[in-house]
């Protein structure tokens, strides 16, 4: 069984967790010309994603993305009925797989037009597989709504988790909760804003799960931890509560340590083996319940005496 006394060394867990939750929030002010840390994707903005798997043998012929951006900043698309032709200028293009897949996001296509789209790159993009080709659309008026679900999700879940623990504890409990959930939440946030910023990642309807699952991990273990420490307030009568809470997490730090072994496991192989669409999400789910363990273990029951006090 390990012994590490948490509150013993709580300044220093704390400078850490204060470190990972400044540098999430330095992210916020160094993009002002985006609006949000995060980079919103195709789920939130509305749009159209053509994806295009090219025929390579052992490599793909270089392409250069400013050169695929500029030919679509200069096509001129047919205007649907009634309708004014979208600009391609502010189209975005990512090169995946070295060069083997390109993804085009575009404003809103009809079929016609991104026909027209796939027939200017042609040339530019050489052979493609054949079945390779994917067109996602989501309109302009539906992207909107799905960030509102996933944020009217996220503050239904955190209120939800607040009364239930207000209840089965006190306020005190719940207040440690809610703590640790935001901790955990915006330090995952944190790591996909500077992903956004510095590899282009975006985020999506599947990463608003990812927050949803990581929200109840992460309560889940903290739960645990107050179970435990409730147990040692009734056993261990004499000691001072920071002791209490400390016997508390040596006597689940393994279960702990184990469970989120566990958990990482079948997500690691998402990672490696799931193919692209679920690699993200899987990113997200691993570092948030890493995230998670950290705070049910050094996080909660370091503040609860501090809090208890006062």
């Given at each position: 069984?390990?012994?590490?006394?948490?509150?013993r060394?709580?300044?220093?867990?704390?400078?850490l967790?204060?470190?990972?939750l400044?540098?999430?929030?330095?992210?916020?002010w160094s993009?002002p010309a985006?609006g949000?840390p995060l980079?919103?994707?195709?789920d939130?903005t509305?749009g159209?994603?053509?994806?295009?798997?090219?025929r390579?043998?052992?490599?793909c012929?270089?392409?250069?993305?400013?050169?695929l951006?500029?030919?679509?900043a200069?096509?001129?698309?047919?205007?649907?009925?009634g309708?004014?032709?979208?600009?391609?200028?502010?189209?975005a293009?990512?090169l995946?797989?070295?060069?083997?897949s390109?993804?085009?996001r575009?404003p809103?296509l009809?079929?016609d037009q991104?026909?027209?789209?796939?027939?200017s790159?042609?040339?530019?993009?050489?052979?493609?597989?054949p079945?390779g080709?994917?067109v996602?659309?989501?309109?302009?008026?539906?992207?909107?709504q799905?960030?509102?679900?996933?944020?009217?999700s996220?503050?239904v879940?955190f209120v939800g988790?607040s009364?239930y623990i207000s209840?089965?504890y006190?306020r005190?409990?719940?207040?440690?909760a809610?703590?640790c959930?935001?901790h955990?939440?915006?330090?995952?946030?944190?790591?996909?804003?500077?992903?956004?910023?510095l590899?282009g990642?975006e985020?999506?309807?599947?990463?608003a799960?990812a927050l949803l699952?990581?929200?109840?991990?992460?309560v889940n273990d903290?739960?645990?931890?107050?179970d435990?420490?409730?147990?040692?307030?009734?056993q261990?009568?004499?000691?001072?509560?920071?002791?209490?809470?400390?016997?508390?997490v040596?006597?689940?730090?393994?279960?702990s340590?184990?469970?989120?072994?566990?958990?990482?496991?079948p997500?690691?192989?998402?990672?490696?083996f799931?193919?692209?669409t679920?690699?993200?999400?899987?990113v997200?789910?691993s570092?948030?319940i890493?995230?998670?363990?950290?705070?049910?273990?050094?996080?909660?029951?370091t503040?609860?005496?501090?809090?208890?006090?006062?």
């Open positions: 069984m390990l012994a590490f006394r948490v509150n060394q709580r300044r220093l867990l704390w400078l967790s204060l470190l990972a400044l540098l999430s929030l330095a992210i916020s993009r985006i949000a980079r919103p994707g195709l939130f509305g159209t994603q053509i994806q295009i798997e090219r390579c043998e052992s490599s012929p270089a392409l250069s993305v400013a050169a951006e500029g030919s679509l200069s096509l001129k698309l047919p205007a649907d009925p309708q004014l032709a979208p600009s391609l200028a502010g189209g293009v990512q995946l797989d070295g060069g083997r390109v993804v085009l575009l809103s009809s079929p991104a026909q027209v789209v796939l027939a790159l042609e040339r530019q993009l050489g052979d493609t597989v079945g080709l994917s996602e659309t989501i309109g302009p008026s539906l992207g909107p799905l960030l509102r679900a996933s944020l009217i996220l503050l879940s988790i009364i209840f089965r006190d005190i409990y719940a207040l440690l809610l703590l959930l935001a955990d939440v915006l330090i995952t946030c944190g790591l996909f804003a500077w992903l956004g910023l590899a990642v985020v999506n309807s599947l990463f799960v699952t990581i929200a109840g991990y992460s903290t739960v645990v931890i107050f435990r420490i409730r147990e040692k307030r009734s261990l009568k004499d000691l001072p509560l920071a002791d209490q809470a400390d016997e508390a040596i006597s689940t730090l393994t279960r340590i184990y469970t989120s072994l566990t958990t990482l496991l997500l690691l192989a998402l990672i490696f799931g193919g692209s679920l690699f993200w999400f899987s997200a789910l570092f948030g890493m995230v998670g363990a950290w705070s049910s273990i050094a996080v909660a029951p503040l609860l005496p501090v809090l208890s006090r006062r």
